[in-house]
């Protein structure tokens, strides 16, 4: 079992900057990923970064040179840092860890969620 506890969501101002961090326990051996994905009402959940142990890092489209995700190892944490907000990127923000048993079977977590509203 992992589980993930997220922070830093909020309301901003459009062309500002908000940092979510989220901080994984558990069975932390186990993750192969660390992500962020975000609901905007009436919306499906999609991807905004991944962050796979090895690989490359994956961010949607939108917010591509505009928001930032990073690990700290030390601290079981991610960040993702968002600069440059838009009205659109208002959404409910969670926390996402994939982990991998030892018999290969995957499992998805997710963290409670954090509001991030930005104003036009």
Known sequence: QVQLVESGGGLVQAGGSLRLSCEASGS??????LGWYRQ??????ELVALMP????????????GRFTISRDN???????????LQPEDTAVYYCYARSRSRTWVEYD???Q????????
């Open 53 to 64: 142990n090895s690989g490359r890092t994956n961010y949607v489209d939108s917010v591509k």
């Open 113 to 120: 969620g954090t509001q991030v509203t930005v104003s036009s």
């Open 28 to 33: 932390i051996f186990s993750i192969n990923a």
């Open 109 to 111: 977590y997710w963290g």
């Open 40 to 45: 905007a009402q009436g919306k499906q959940r």
């Open 74 to 84: 030390a601290k079981n944490t991610v960040f993702l840092q968002m600069n440059s």
